[in-house]
């Protein structure tokens, strides 16, 4: 995208500034901006829609019809880091001219024959601007400075690439600002020894490679109107559900981890994230085996259905799971905590076997003493699946009344009790029946029985 130079008296770095802004496209892509001056006239370049990025074949092509005839001169300003947004930062967009750190910029833009700007020139490379000069110039840059400028003899009669390295900031020793004051400095003086010359020649301002490249959405993309700010919900993997002889599913077993460890130190193997094979696992109405075969660990959810007369009720208990490994096998018993109705399931954010332990180990093989299990959001069924596809409503491990709803309720009611006993107290207060009257005589209290 290109614009011609302006002939009104706002400041150029603020028509550059204003002009980044309003063409600057919401891209991803990365992108420099390319300020080019001559003294002796540059072609004109139509200026394309808003939103344009200018693509190196696009230059390529102008370049060709800049530099297509005759000699050239080219002052080829090459800064390490260069982005739109150093123009509108640091250039008194404002029309703070004195603020600006690009002073003989713009001086050196409105004293030109002709200019152009591109704010967006897509970066691909570093060396894409250089390399099209050199094709375009048939000359290698030759890398001046300042002073070994003011002592080079120009031959006007061929063409001439001078490269000027500029510095960006790091961030140590100075700020953005004094870095690009600098840095224009540095343009004007060699801009004043090609004048002291009487040299004619093209300039071009330019960057390596972009100072900040910002990740933005298309507003395209975006749904139009009002919107919840709501977090996307994940996709929730399938519980592991075994089919017995019947209809439908008669075992369903749910897991956000399923993590085993064969010893205190060694890492934890999360088996969720593997698909197992259900090969052994069976069901009937009083007994489930549910059996998980991965690629180097087995494990077996034995569950049992009894009717207990106290309660008059099924229930159903999660007897013993065993982990099976290198040819040894572990157990774990869970039937004195994992335990539900026969017709519920059973849920539970951590069912472990050596923290606040629901699964008791029960390892008599002294080689599967350090085994270990930890389960996380865990849930399963073995009876009762009567929604088919859907678990029944979860029995919790965690009960209602925690220890801290216990202490509550242990402190209110200290608190009633010592409530009750003070109004109690105060009921209890009996006022006197007689009183002195002031005009009568005194009352006489006998202190003798």
């Known amino acids: ?36 001056w001559s003294s002796d006239g540059l072609p004109p370049l139509a200026s394309p829609a808003a939103g344009h990025i200018t693509s190196n074949e696009q230059l390529s092509a102008y370049l060709t019809s800049a530099f297509g005839s005759g000699p050239h001169t080219v002052l080829l300003f090459l800064q390490d880091k260069l982005s739109k947004d150093d123009f509108t930062v640091y250039g008194g967009v404002f029309g703070n001219k004195q603020d600006s750190a690009f002073q003989n910029l713009e001086a050196a833009m409105q004293s030109s024959s002709s200019s152009v700007t591109l704010p967006a020139l897509e970066w691909s490379d570093s060396s894409a601007v250089l390399a099209l000069l050199q094709e375009k110039l048939a000359v290698a840059p030759l890398l001046v400075d300042a002073d070994t400028l003011s002592h080079l003899t120009v031959n006007t009669s061929a063409s001439n690439l001078l490269l000027i390295n500029l510095p960006y900031c790091t961030g140590l020793d100075k700020s953005c600002k004094k870095v690009l004051h600098d840095n224009d400095e540095i343009i004007g003086k060699v801009l004043s020894i090609m004048k002291d010359k009487n040299v004619p020649y093209t300039a071009i301002y330019t960057g390596l490679q972009p100072s900040r490249v910002i990740s933005e959405t298309s507003f395209s993309s975006q749904p139009a109107g009002r919107s919840l700010l709501q977090a996307a919900v994940p996709d929730v993997k399938a519980p592991i559900m075994f089919n017995g002889t019947g209809s439908g599913p008669c075992i369903m077993l749910w897991a956000q981890n399923l993590s085993v460890s064969l010893s205190s130190t060694s890492e934890w193997t999360d088996l969720a994230a593997q698909t197992p094979s259900l090969t052994g696992s069976l069901c009937n109405s009083s007994n489930s085996l549910l059996v998980l075969r991965y690629e180097n660990f087995t494990l077996r959810f034995a569950m049992t259905q009894r009717f207990f007369p106290v309660s008059g009720r099924n ?26 109705p026969a017709e519920y399931s059973f849920h539970c954010q951590s069912v472990t076997s050596f923290r606040d332990t629901l699964l008791v180990p029960n390892n008599t093989n002294q080689n599967t003493t350090q085994w270990r299990l930890n389960f996380v959001d865990f849930q399963i069924q073995g009876f009762g699946l009567s929604n088919g596809t859907d678990f029944s409503y979860a029995s919790d491990c965690a009960g209602f009344f925690t220890p801290g709803i216990w202490m509550g309720l242990v402190t209110s009611l200290l608190m009633l009790l010592i409530f009750v006993y003070g109004l109690h107290m105060i009921m209890q207060l009996n006022t006197m029946d007689r009183f002195d009257d002031p005009k009568g005589p005194s009352i006489s209290v006998p202190q003798t029985e």
């Open 315 to 340: 229930w159903f208990t999660l007897d013993t799971v065993q982990l099976e490994a290198s040819g040894l096998t572990a157990s774990f018993i869970g039937s004195r905590n994992i335990y539900a």
């Open 1 to 36: 995208m290109a614009g011609s130079r302006s002939s009104s008296r706002v400041p150029v770095m603020a028509v550059i500034g204003l002009f980044f802004a309003l063409f600057a496209k919401r891209s991803s892509a990365a992108q420099v901006p390319l300020l080019m």
